[in-house]
């Protein structure tokens, strides 16, 4: 297959997206002798961190963990300076990555992808770019991420204000002053309770406008000493193995092995301080019950009101923050730096449109209900079209011309969450059914690449030409990530996770819950077992 060129393609593999995925299957699949070409909408590699540079952007995973693990030199050679990693510091890891092997000759940057057409006759993939340019390759793997399609809520009006406009996730390239400037903010999602405390500090009036409050955890940030650092460079080979094969998330935490029903009401509350001192996302696993069991959810989530209550001064506007309509966890848990605090600024103002009802944005400001809000800046932290999205906004048709947003049209339909029964040789990353955005996705986006990679090589050694899943065990794994969603609290909030943040779309659980271990041991099984639920060519 090195020489596809030859059999009337331009590449082996195409590949759509240079953030964390793209860059480790250019680096895989080189090394393997495939020819291969990655097209980036953006002007440079990165993904998500490309893009979200808003302030206060940081990720919410450690940074001891949240790299590549493939290559023991480059994980023992990069030095990380803080807990959580900025976005810019992201943002310089990957460009050494990408330095380091020599990644960027494969990717043509400013270059999207509008449709990807299967070609039968010639088993083979034909891509156009909105350049009008066609390329052909065997295999097209979808590297677009799964919080990369961002949106804008449709607000009256939106087109006419005259102030400045901003998006969280499509923040610009340049400094913004904000300075002594009014700024509203319409959204209280992960980039929002970044952001917001970083705006207030210099903003001359800052107003939030919440619809549904989050429940936000302290990251306790701080730089890394160099004792923590070495305790996980000195053992990174094993501890990897260990989040990789032994926890859910594929993340290391301070696990708990009881129920929250087995501790006392004092015992429970000195874990829950502990681990609120602690910071990190470390608080969701106290007790070992708190996503499955609603009575001990119900503990934490009074912790986390009672938390809230003591640092915000103003008892409305306390209540207002804090969630009462949905069990704590079941969206993800947000990790700030002040953001409660961040209420208690003369110069902050939290609007709740849940009783008080945007009706249109004007020239001057939002209008609500109740009254107007004058304001110079306009930011929409509004999130995104989560797991599909991106996929969607490409018009990709499979097998007989099937077009795959039609087949999704009620729910998406994927074999494992790398592939989708009528698309041969469409292979995605960290799709949905598979762990993904429940997972630490560095994790996830190696395991999903390592497989890929390690198919395409095994159908050069079988000769094969095509693979696609089975619609019979598509309709078996699309079943069981549902109903091991079904037995957690996790459906019974309207997060993301569930499209419910998007008119019109399907309320369906779409990433997998069942865990990175088990998820990983499944997909091993199925290779053991020839690609079990896979049809070849």
Known sequence: MADAGKAGQDFDVAIIGAGFSG??????????????????????????????????????????????????DLQQEWNWSERFATQPEILSYAQHVAERFDLKRDVELDTTIESAVYDQAARSWTLTTDKGAAVSARFCVMA???????????????????????????????PVDLAGKRVGVIGTGSSAIQAIPEIAKTAGHLFVFQRTPNFSVPAKNAALTPDY?????????????????????????????????????????AEYQRRWDKGGANFMHAYNDLVVDEAANRTAAEFVHRKIREIVKDTRTA??????????????????????????????????????????????????????????????????????????????????????????????????????????????????GSPSVLSNVITSIEQHVEFITDCIAHMRKKARAEIEPE????????????????????????????????PGKPRVFMPYVGGVDRYRRTCNEIVAKGYQGFVFA
């Open 144 to 174: 677009t991420g799964c919080l990369s399609a961002a949106r804008d809520p449709e607000i009256n009006g939106a087109e006419t204000f005259g102030g400045e406009v901003y998006r969280t996730g499509n923040w610009p390239h340049r």
């Open 23 to 72: 860059l480790y299957l250019i680096h895989r699949l080189r090394r393997m002798g495939f020819s291969v070409r990655a097209f980036e909408t953006a002007s440079d590699i990165g993904g998500t961190w490309y893009w979200n540079r808003y302030p206060g952007a940081r990720c919410d995973v450690e940074s001891m963990q949240y790299s590549y693990s493939f290559d023991e």
């Open 229 to 269: 650092v070495a305790s996980w460079k000195n053992d990174y080979p094993a501890l990897r193995r260990r989040a990789r094969e032994e926890t859910r998330s594929g993340t290391i935490y301070e696990f708990a092995t009881k129920s929250a029903h087995a501790a006392t009401e004092e015992e429970r509350e």
């Open 319 to 432: 209540d207002l923050l804090s969630p009462k309509d949905y069990p704590i966890f079941t969206k993800r848990i947000c990790v700030d730096t002040d953001y409660y605090a961040t209420f208690n600024r003369p110069n902050v103002t939290l609007v709740d449109i849940r009783t008080d009802p945007i009706e249109a944005i004007t020239p001057g400001g939002i209008r609500t209900a109740g009254g107007h809000y004058d304001l110079d800046v306009l930011i929409y932290a509004t999130g995104f079209d989560a797991m599909t999205g991106a996929l969607n906004r490409i018009d990709i048709r499979g097998r007989d011309g099937r077009d795959l947003r039609s087949k999704w049209a009620h729910g998406p339909r994927a074999y494992l969450g790398l592939m989708s029964a009528g698309f041969p040789n469409l292979f995605m990353v960290t799709g949905p």
């Open 471 to 502: 619609a019979a065990a598509e309709d078996a794994w699309v079943a069981h990530v549902g109903e091991v969603a079904a037995g957690t609290l996790l459906t019974k909030a309207a997060s993301w996770y569930m499209g419910a943040n998007i």
